[in-house]
């Protein structure tokens, strides 16, 4: 009987991490090893690293002991510490290590032992301290595992140098194996199925997500190569998540939206090589500095769990009233008002004055370049008018393409679109004022702002500008690993083409391509590169640059490289 590998390790791995699940048998070597789930390293400082793994247990009732070693070498001959750690259901057998006495700037091998059972090697660099010549980011985001393989993250692990890996959220997706009928039937047509196959709502369902994504051998190879700095979006606890609740949530049906939450911060924290919060500061507040020599700032926002209001969308939100044509007429006066509420936070006020504090330390170190994180898109981006670009009967035709059940959502939003709303109310134009708080405040620090993005499954390249006009910074927005963007369901549509027409700001975008931003940085300029791989449902393929531009430091345009 021939037994499917990946199939056998996803299955093995959920029953280890649920005490109620049928355990399975794989082929004996895979049995044989406990590290089924790789190694991790995250969160560098110039002395201090997070490293991380999970074992399997032979026995779930029983605490295990851990063996782990960091050196200078990768034979592992040049030892610089070493230790051991308990861990045990409470925790899933998880393991996280904060090693610190590290010398700033060098590149470190770490391994793991369980009895006579030794880990995969890992490799991370702490940050540097100083004077320091350039700085290589990469980011990305958004890796649905039914929608495709995960050649995105085997790209990264190849490159020939990476800093950190920064990944700007949607690790996981925590729907259900049938929730999208485009994922059922790629996933199906892949061999790639959820586990567990519901949507997750205890501890117990986010902890085996992560277990069945961390056995694929692409994603670890990727966690091996370099160390990652981490910040969830909304799918790491559900859709479109804010401060009292998500989209995807229904407290009757579902239970309390704290304890789902709850339980899936505490897998995040367990699974993820991420410092975890000091005492007495709330699991949300994941944000935090990470300070590259005398070059740049990389500052992770928090966008969802700690202050975000409740996303307004248009469906819900606007009103219509009879237009002079007959056909319904939304009421924008009375929608935008809303929209445009003070009150409606992203970061809210402690982040705000937080992110202000850290922008000002960056401009006064002399450091050319303030990197910020955001789990969404920053750019001002308004809806294209497609009807107005396909007149009616290519209109028509377009919507016969799309599935039956989403066909009346997608003709009203085309006519909405008409009347230059903002394309995305989950981003940051769903939080105008927000934003331009965010804005001030780099203007006030006297910052160069690089951001990065994610969470839209299109690569963008945007130049920011407040609601005066005035420049602020330049975006890179990375597109997703899997996950499909609207090219993916509407081919035929040139959706990029009628974004970047209507929208002075954005300079280049591609709602179709799949990979990643690799971001360089020197003190004469920084180059963002927009990287692409050709395929996603096999091997081999292809890695290029779709797009390249030079920023300067002070100079907040995008020069096309």
């Not at 997703?480 to 954005?506: E, H, K, M, W, Y």
């Amino acid at each position: 009987m021939r037994v499917d590998r990946r199939a056998a390790l996803r299955l093995l791995a959920y029953g280890a991490a649920s005490p109620a699940a049928v355990p399975l048998v794989a082929s004996p070597s895979e049995a044989e090893t406990p590290f089924r789930h790789g190694v991790a390293a995250g969160d560098p400082t110039q002395e201090r690293l997070i490293i991380w793994t999970r074992v399997t247990p032979a026995d779930a009732s029983r605490r295990e002991r851990v063996r782990w070693v960091l050196a200078e070498d990768p034979g592992f001959r040049r030892i610089r510490a070493h230790g051991a750690v308990d861990t045990g259901p409470e925790r899933d057998f998880t393991v996280k290590v904060d090693v610190g006495g590290l010398e700033p700037g060098r590149t470190w091998f770490y391994r793991f032992r369980l009895g006579r059972e030794v880990s995969a090697t890992g490799r991370a660099r702490t940050l540097p301290d100083g004077p320091t010549q350039d700085v290589v980011l990469t980011a990305l985001c958004c890796a649905h595992y039914q929608c495709g393989v995960f050649n995105v993250y085997e790209a990264v692990s190849r490159l020939p140098r990476v800093d950190a890996v920064i990944h700007l959220g949607d690790y996981i997706y925590e729907d259900a194996e049938d929730a999208s009928a485009w994922a059922k039937r790629e996933g199906d047509a892949l061999g790639r199925h959820m586990v567990p196959p519901h949507e997750l709502l205890t501890l117990d369902d986010y902890r085996g997500r992560h277990a069945l994504y961390k056995t694929d051998p692409d994603l670890q190879a990727a966690h091996a190569a370099a160390a990652w700095i981490c910040q969830w979006d909304d799918h790491e606890a559900a859709n479109d998540c804010w401060k009292g609740g998500a989209e995807k949530h229904d407290p009757k049906t579902e239970g309390s939206w704290a304890a789902r939450k709850a339980a899936a911060l505490k897998a995040y924290y367990e699974w993820m090589p991420i410092r975890e919060p000091a005492p007495g500061r709330p699991m949300e507040a994941a944000y935090r500095t990470f300070r590259f020599g005398d070059l740049a700032s990389l500052v992770m926002m928090e966008t969802r769990l700690i202050a975000r209001a409740h996303q307004l969308y248009y469906e819900r939100d606007l009103a219509f009233h009879p237009g002079p044509d007959g056909r319904p007429a939304p009421d924008l006066r009375s929608f935008m008002a809303r929209l445009n509420d003070p009150a409606r936070q992203v970061l809210g006020a402690p982040q705000e004055a937080w992110l202000e504090g850290q922008l000002k330390t960056s401009v006064a170190a002399a450091e050319p370049w303030q990197v910020l994180g955001s789990g969404v898109v920053m750019g001002r981006i308004t809806a294209p008018d497609v009807e107005g670009k396909l007149g009616p009967d290519l209109s028509a035709l377009v919507l016969d393409l799309i599935p039956a059940d989403q066909r009346g959502r997608a003709e009203r939003l085309a006519r909405l679109f008409s009347y230059g709303i903002p394309y995305d109310l989950d981003d940051w134009d769903g939080y105008p004022a927000a934003r331009e708080r965010l804005y001030g405040i780099c203007r006030t620090a006297g910052s160069n702002p690089i951001v990065l993005s994610g969470d839209s499954h299109a690569f963008w390249a945007n130049e920011l500008a407040d609601a005066a006009r005035r420049p602020v910074g330049v975006e890179f927005g990375a597109t997703s690993v899997t996950s499909p963007g609207i090219c993916d369901v509407l081919p035929v549509l040139p959706v990029d083409r009628f974004i970047q027409d209507a929208n002075n700001d954005v300079r280049f975008c591609d709602n179709g391509a799949k990979g990643f931003v690799r971001l360089t940085l020197t003190h004469e300029h920084a180059t963002g590169e927009l990287m692409a791989v050709s395929n996603i449902r096999a091997k081999p393929y292809d890695v290029r640059v779709l797009k390249r531009y030079r920023v300067e430091p002070g100079a907040p345009k995008l020069i096309e490289a």
